[in-house]
């Protein structure tokens, strides 16, 4: 599946032990959490590049992560 929208880093999980900061996609249609598929799921430099632009992403979601397996950033957004 692709998937479009701009990167952010934003608290996660708020009140849970899974809470952290995490880089997201937010699309039109919701929010995710971004992996790459051969990335480190918690800190991946790549990603925290990306935090500010938009890109679309071509992966899998599996519930609300997003793992691509492909990105690309889009120009002029």
């Given at each position: 599946m692709e998937l479009r929208g701009k990167v952010v880093k934003e608290?996660?999980?708020?009140g849970t032990k899974s809470e952290r900061l995490a880089v997201q996609l937010v699309?039109?249609?919701g929010k995710y959490i971004l992996r790459r598929a051969e990335g480190n799921a918690?800190?991946?430099?790549?990603?925290?590049?990306?935090?500010?632009k938009t890109i679309?992403?071509?992966?899998?979601?599996?519930g609300y992560?997003?793992?691509m397996s492909s990105l690309?950033?889009?120009s002029g957004d």
């Open positions: 608290s996660f999980g708020q699309t039109p249609g918690f800190k991946d430099p790549i990603l925290e590049e990306l935090v500010g679309v992403g071509t992966g899998v979601l599996q992560v997003f793992i690309q950033e889009v």
